[in-house]
């Protein structure tokens, strides 16, 4: 039997950077990634939703829910949008129905400073220069401004970029810092192995550590390590640790609850005629992530503001939203929607999603086969959040002129997102959350998770960066622990 000092499932920012840590210390690590392993020159310029499919898990469900989440060696850092802000100490701060804090005691923005300061330097995360912000983000800033609103300067993974806003089907010239260039080439340097093509059914405690049973080929296959990281991402870890209950039956009752899409509602902005300037520059050009984002309404109402690029599936997602709105024609082939594409597209055009404090409303189940299910739970918090972005944005609109639509109606908001988050939350005890302060599961000796599912609650920003800071703080309690 394979023998490890550590076994660590999924190979996102919640695998890689374990991965790395442990072999720099000198541990064999084994990391079990089900997808393929794919290099700058296997991406496609494509839309093709076949192509896409093969880069980008889509998880649907029963009760219409598609999320999307990583699929390969890398995880979701391969289509992520590059943003990479730290959790503001605010966040930390948010308590639940009965004034308790989410987060455990010990965190902290003040604690957590050196780890994103490490993940930050590991994933080449700078602000964005001016000259590098696209047309999209500065008609948002010049959106905000119109109000009074502050917009600021993006932190993103991207050097030397080339603007071809291909960054979601994965970088072909690899100018954004996925963690195919960092965390796993210092992982493999050490020594550490990454098994492609390997999906993980489930665990079993044995003497001395874990026994990890998972299929190749095929052919199932088991491998033992003292140490195991389930790191499968915020639907993937909590539907591996559900399928493994039978032999962890010590884990917590909160496992697959309190899943979060840290509040993602998206829209899309039709600009008036004033709007219309630089006209050498296109709406469409330039990176996912547009570049800038906004922290005006946070303290306020608990949301941030992110422009992107993805205009094209937002302006459809929009139509189906508002299908009989005057200044978004039918996209039914004809003349209107063409004079609309010619003039409107170009250089009136902007997509932004708001990011917030909200409470999750939906469960992580399995169905009978062990494959993961998506359940409702009580969503009145959720539409209380909503209801203040929508306040805000009427007033934006009132007093800008531009058209604002919700990409989904109001009932399908918060059916999709690409951040998944707290299935598996870190709490002070078992009677609250799955993990442990230090990223240890509950009732389980050298058992961590933390990736997205480990958060305690919604960020407010992007996750991928915290997600970064908290393994590599997990990492570092791990080796100690020795
Ligand atoms: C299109 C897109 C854009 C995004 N943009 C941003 C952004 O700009 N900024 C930001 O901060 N965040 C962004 N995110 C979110 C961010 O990428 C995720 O929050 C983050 O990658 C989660 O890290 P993770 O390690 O938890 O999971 P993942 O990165 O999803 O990695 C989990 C890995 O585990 C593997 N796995 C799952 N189950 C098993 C199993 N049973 N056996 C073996 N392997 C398994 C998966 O194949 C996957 O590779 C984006 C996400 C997407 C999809
Ligand atoms: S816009 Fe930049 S980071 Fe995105 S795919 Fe193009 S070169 Fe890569």
Known sequence: MEQYDAVIIGSGYGGSIPAARLAEAGMSVLVLERGPRYAAADFEQSDDPRYIQRIVDLVLSKTNVAFRTGKMVGGASIPMDGAHFRMPQRSFEVVDGLGRRYWPDVYSRAMLDPYYERAEQMLSVRQLGWTEISKAGGLFAKMLDTVGASAERARLNYTDCRQCGFCAQGCIYGKKQSLLYNYIPLAESHGAEFRAGCLVDHLEPVKGGYLVYYE???????????????????????????????????????????????????????????????????????????????????????????????????????????????????????????????????????????????????????????????????????????????????????????????????????????????????????????????????????????????????????????????????????????
Request: hydrophobic letters at 45%; charged letters at 20%.
């Open 216 to 482: 190749r080929f095929g052919v199932a296959r088991h491998a033992f390590a003292r140490r195991v990281f389930v790191a499968g991402g915020g639907i993937h870890t909590p539907a591996l640790l559900l399928r493994s209950q039978n032999w962890l039956p010590a884990l917590s009752s909160h496992v697959g609850e309190h899943f979060n899409n840290n509040g993602e509602h998206a829209f899309l902005g039709i600009l008036p005629p004033e709007f219309d300037e630089l006209s050498s520059y296109l709406c469409w050009k330039g990176m996912d992530n547009a570049g800038v984002m906004s922290f005006h309404w946070f303290d306020s109402h608990d949301f941030t503001l992110h422009p992107g690029g993805g205009i094209e599936p937002t302006v459809f997602a929009a139509d189906f939203a508002a299908p009989d709105d005057a200044v978004l024609p039918s996209r039914a082939w004809g003349m209107p929607y063409k004079r609309f594409v010619e003039t409107v597209y170009p250089h009136r055009i902007i997509a932004f999603s708001a990011l917030g404090l909200a409470e999750g409303h939906r469960a992580v189940a399995i169905d009978a086969a062990g494959a993961p299910d998506m359940v409702e739970r009580d969503r009145s918090a959720y539409d209380a959040y909503l209801d203040r972005i929508e306040v805000v944005m009427a007033d934006l609109e009132a007093q800008t002129g531009v058209r604002l639509l919700p990409t989904v109606p109001r009932p399908l908001a918060g059916t999709t997102s690409a951040h998944l988050l707290c299935s598996c939350r870190m709490a002070e005890s078992a009677a609250d959350g799955v993990v442990d302060p230090d990223g240890q599961v509950f009732g389980y000796e050298n058992l961590y998770v933390c990736d997205a599912s480990a958060l305690s609650f919604a960020l407010g920003v992007n996750p991928a960066l915290t997600i970064s800071a908290i393994a590599e703080r997990t990492a570092e309690l791990a080796i100690a622990k020795g």
